[in-house]
């Protein structure tokens, strides 16, 4: 469940970031830095709500956290693109909160895969 709960941080920070951001930056970054963390915290809570008990249902999870993981290099690679804008000590925490969401994201499939043996 931690990846939920990261995964929540990390948009809760987000937008308190993006709130700050000049105004130019809002439409040419920041909202799509923002709409990328909520995204990913979409995708967690709905591989969350997915309780396999077949193979379709276990593959629904792990697209979930596929997809997830997918918004979460996106949001790195938007994030590196706004570095210039955002505070060092801001930046270095929303790539903690994303690196650590990947690290459970990657955790959370591969303890699918050892638990269910469809």
Not at 2 to 12: G, H, I, K
Request: positive net charge.
């Amino acid at each position: 469940m931690q990846f939920v709960q990261t995964a929540r941080e990390l948009a809760e920070y987000t937008t308190s970031v993006c709130r700050k951001l000049p105004k130019s930056l809002t439409f040419y970054g920041g909202s799509q830095l923002w709409a990328l963390a909520r995204e990913i915290l979409s995708r967690v809570t709905r591989a969350n709500s997915v309780y396999p008990t077949n193979a379709h249902e276990l593959q629904e999870r792990r697209d979930c956290f596929i997809k997830a993981n997918e918004a979460v290099q996106d949001y790195l690679v938007q994030l590196d693109m706004l570095k210039p804008h955002i505070e060092p000590k801001k930046f270095q925490e929303m790539v903690r909160l994303a690196t650590a969401e990947a690290t459970l994201i990657s955790a959370c499939k591969t303890a699918d895969a050892k638990r269910y043996k469809f």
